[in-house]
């Protein structure tokens, strides 16, 4: 057996692998490589630092009248238990 280091970004371990089968370490690292990619691709899309709203956006938010007919209080615990029952039974859920 062959102990090759296996290194990348995050990725530090020692494998064993066979002296016959090179291909596997080669695969193995590439793996990596493209999960380290992935990783890096949404740590960078996720983690983007947070910007404020235009002021024309604000200004505009402060100056609306809230809507009366729209109904903001969460629903009741039965009517969820009823919408799922439905939904179990292929209706179509009513929640409103």
Not at 17 to 36: K, S
Not at 68 to 80: L, R
Request: aromatic share 8%.
């Amino acid at each position: 057996m062959l102990k090759v280091a296996c290194s990348g970004p995050g990725v530090s371990r020692t494998r064993n692998l066979f002296v016959m089968c090179p291909i596997i370490y080669q695969l193995d690292h590439c793996t990596h490589l493209v999960a380290a990619r992935w990783q890096e691709y949404f740590n960078t899309l996720l983690n983007r630092p947070t910007q404020s709203p235009p002021d024309a956006l604000v200004s505009e938010a402060q100056a609306s009248t809230p809507d009366s007919t729209i109904d903001t209080f969460p629903h009741t615990t039965i009517e969820v238990y009823k919408a799922i029952n439905k939904i179990k039974a292929g209706k179509e859920a009513e929640l409103a």
